[in-house]
């Protein structure tokens, strides 16, 4: 069976899904914020080889691991409402891409996965 990451399309699909995921967070008053001091470009980048991983891709992401990743976000008031909003966006954009229900799901599923590393809570593999 194909693995999520050809299912999706592949790299296109995961740079075009990137690309309009992004734009949605820097519009979204609940969590826009959190990037204002970010290179948007860099950040794009990584996001890019973080899915295209998680995804079944090429592994090519050597990004912090979730928790040293945002840690700095948790001390600015990071928490589920924020995570909820990431996730949101998320299927909203693969849904514009066409992507099936299913594979929206396993995505949401995969991203709820890392929720108590980015949220620095509960016990971790990579402490």
Known sequence: MPSLYERLGG????DAAVDIFYRKVLQDERISRFFD?????RQAAKQKAFLTMVFGGPANYSGLDMRKGHAHLVSRGLDDSHVDAVVE???????????????????AKLANSVRDDVLSRGSSAHA
């Open 37 to 41: 001091d970010v290179d948007m470009e």
């Open 11 to 14: 790299a296109p699909a995961v």
């Open 89 to 107: 966006l998320l299927g909203q954009t693969l849904q514009e891409l066409g992507v099936p229900q299913a594979d929206i799901e396993e995505v």
